[in-house]
């Protein structure tokens, strides 16, 4: 049966960085039409009701209908060390990252972690997640059942690593090679998940496990790659000392393999010229995760610049480096980096980035992040007056923008009204 979902409509027909806010569209008293767990239509909601009489109605009133958020980068694992005080990135992951994923290989905390995190992450709005496991395949299992009994589409892999982590935390480059094989395999294209092959970082992989899963990658190249580049400046000194021949950070990657379209770096803050040009070249992606950036005190990511010269960048939590598992306290954080870069984003380049962009990142644009027909119906309502401090902001809205942008810097789950998968109620 056919289903009306009434309220505010917005949703994109271009890029706003490139175009401006005009390349949103809104309609003030919408509808979105959903059929098989697809949009149908998206437009005047008297029209489409007078035209689809017999579809069963939800009318959210003023609510603000929109893609669901895509989270491009998260740690599934780390959802119960977010928010640890005091640290800097490597310190951060030997105090608390890697303690914690030491307790991935135990089934039932993975499991009992999996549903916690997702659970989490539909009460925010965010409806597509591109997660990082840990070593255990385990841990990747446990994602996967999880995010499938929930209908997801989701995105996930084993994190390999075979040198500086503690015992208990390392694989090897073989094993590292099966295990991402065997569990890519098992859940590659499984409903709607993907599995994407994930190195951590250069530091943690030898060139030989770099180079296995660069190989692995040419044996499945419809698959994503992820991991992180250039987040903190002693990070990039390390990789300087462990890759002697290598002319930047992303030349270890490069250098095996792991450089091409659908290849997924987080954070991406301090790069080189030649990095910048290598990026763009390959159609890589660059994932800002701008609560993590200040969280753990990594740098000013240079979105304006960056999305300028023709990068193909997505928005992430990064939780628990980032330190919230709201895509809307990550808009505000872009907006603050921004702002200390010398360029305000624009709420339609916020929003943008957290649907589109994020979906253009891991290159399923032409099924999430945007209200469109034929794209999947993952929808979320946004409150634009959920806290009496955003409502009395709002009252005072002449336009579109001015009514979201409060609810950008100041909301939280509570904005979250309603959450639709693949045009089934969540939330
Ligand atoms: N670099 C390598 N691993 C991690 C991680 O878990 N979090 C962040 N923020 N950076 C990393
Ligand atoms: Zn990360």
């Not at 539909?122 to 209908?151: K, N």
């Not at 209200?371 to 946004?382: F, H, Q, R, S």
Request: hydrophobic share 45%; with cysteine.
């Amino acid at each position: 049966m056919d289903q009306l979902i009434l309220g505010q409509t917005l949703s994109f027909a271009g890029d706003p960085f490139a175009e401006g806010p005009g390349a949103a569209r809104h309609h003030a008293r919408g509808g979105v039409l959903v059929r098989d767990g697809r949009i149908v239509a998206v437009g005047d909601g008297a029209a489409l009701r007078a035209a689809h009489p017999d579809a069963a109605v939800t009318d959210m009133g003023a609510r603000l209908l929109s893609a669901g958020f895509v989270d491009a980068h998260v740690h599934y694992p780390q959802t119960a060390i977010v928010a640890s005080w005091g640290k800097r990135l490597i310190d951060w992951l030997n105090s608390y990252t890697f303690p914690e994923e030491m307790r991935f290989g135990d089934p039932a905390h993975a499991a009992a972690v999996a549903e916690n995190y997702l659970d989490l992450a539909l009460a925010h709005g965010t409806t597509t997640m591109c997660s990082y496991a840990t070593i255990h395949p385990e841990s990747v299992d446990a994602f996967f059942a999880a995010a499938r009994a929930r209908g997801l589409r989701a995105l996930a892999g084993k994190t390999c690593m075979d040198r500086n982590a503690p015992e208990g935390l390392r694989d090897t480059a073989q094993s590292a090679y099966d295990d991402s094989r065997r569990l890519l395999e098992a859940w590659h294209g499984v409903d709607r998940l993907s599995y994407v092959i994930t190195p951590r970082f250069s530091p943690t992989s030898t060139p030989e496990q770099l180079m296995v899963l660069g190989q692995l990658w040419r044996e499945y190249p419809g698959c994503l790659m992820q991991t992180h580049l250039s987040e903190q400046t002693d990070e990039i000194d390390w990789v300087k000392g462990l890759y002697p021949q290598a002319r930047d950070y992303l030349d270890t990657y490069e250098a095996q393999g792991l450089l091409a379209e659908g290849a997924v770096f987080g954070h991406a803050i301090h790069l080189t010229p030649r990095e910048r040009a290598r990026l763009r070249e390959t159609g890589a992606a660059l994932v800002h995760c701008p609560t993590s950036n200040t969280f753990i005190g990594s740098g000013l990511f240079d979105m304006a610049e960056l999305k300028a010269e023709g990068q193909r960048i997505g928005l992430a939590t990064d939780t628990g480096g980032g330190s919230s598992f709201s895509m809307l306290r990550t808009m505000a954080a872009a907006y603050e980096v921004g702002q200390l870069r010398g360029r305000a984003l624009h709420p339609s380049e916020l929003w943008w980035l957290a649907t589109c962009g994020s979906a253009g990142a891991l290159r399923l644009d032409d099924r999430i992040g945007n209200l469109a027909p034929g794209m999947e119906a993952d929808i979320v309502a946004i409150d634009l007056a959920s806290t009496p401090a955003i409502a009395q902001r709002a009252a005072r809205a002449n336009n579109l923008w001015e009514a979201l942008f409060p609810t950008i810097m100041m909301g939280d789950d509570r904005a979250v009204a309603g959450v639709w998968i693949a045009g089934q109620r969540r939330g």
